[in-house]
DNA sequence: TTTGTTATTGCAACTGAGTTCTAATAAATT
DNA sequence: AATTTATTAGAACTCAGTTGCAATAACAAA
């Protein structure tokens, strides 16, 4: 599918990922717009979104979904693979500038690979 | 907490993990003990070799929870880390057992890490 | 072995993130 | 302006995981 046409809903979702590597919960982004999108046409456009290769998703703590703005990625290629990291005091999720190999490994078939860091982010280590 | 009682909860989910490297998901447990235990049993259960260290949880795709067998690790200490591979063609999930390390990351204080990866086990490759 | 203490269990009801269905709406094309 | 069809809102639903409480069973002390 992916995102056909120009609506209020992608723009406003777009805005919120404007600035910066952070990642943003749905749970957040439910909570921010839902005086002007209803839940179900959230949940919709990130997928398009994602589908498009505009952003990405992955699970945080307590399963939660994160989605954060992909950079190089397209329709068919999704190549920006990189660490995520979830500081444990106040939640906020990074997406780390680090680059990732694929690990070789022999006794399977490697198609991607999701990084998950829990610790304490810049702003909040003592 | 943690286990202090031999209880027959207790030795029924240990059972499952006898055998292998391989993970098993909550809903898969309930499922095969569902005529001898109770879904909330099974949880508190888990939840508590997990505080003893006997075994290791995480997410696998669409955010279900699952546990695996720890090897070196105790009450006070969680030291088994290793990536986790989840077949997306018979979703099995394995520990690989690869030595992780925890890379350095100048503006966090990286605490712990999750490695999940996707892709076609020995199996279920052509 | 019996009794008392308290961790553990079962059950029912609940929670909440994410999904599904359908009718109404609004882009985009003619 | 009319037509087509993707998109949206809303309500209802799904289901993994949790909570509260009364009943039960492991274990220790007598």
């Known amino acids: 599918m992916g995102v056909v ?11 919120q990922f404007k600035s910066g590597s952070e990642a943003i919960s749905v749970i957040e982004l ?3 717009l839902s005086s002007k999108l209803n839940k179900t046409t ?3 456009v990130l997928n398009n979104l994602e589908d498009d290769g505009v952003l990405h998703s ?11 703005k992909c950079s190089g990625c397209s329709k068919t ?10 500081c444990t ?25 999701q990084v998950l860091i829990n610790g304490a982010c810049t702003n909040c280590r003592a």
């Not at 290629?77 to 995520?84: G, L, M, T, W």
């Not at 680090?98 to 399977?108: Q, S």
Request: charged share 25%; net charge positive; with cysteine.
């Open 30 to 32: 439910v909570d921010r």
């Open 89 to 113: 005091v106040c939640g906020k999720v990074d997406c780390l500038p680090v680059k990732m190999t694929i690990p070789e490994i022999p006794t399977h078939d490697v198609k991607s690979i």
């Open 42 to 44: 959230i949940y919709r």
């Open 77 to 86: 290629k999704h190549s920006d693979i990189h660490p995520h990291f979830q």
């Open 58 to 68: 992955f699970l945080g703590v307590n399963s939660l979904k994160w989605y954060a």
């Open 5 to 15: 046409r120009k609506t209020k809903s992608v723009d406003l979702l777009l805005d």
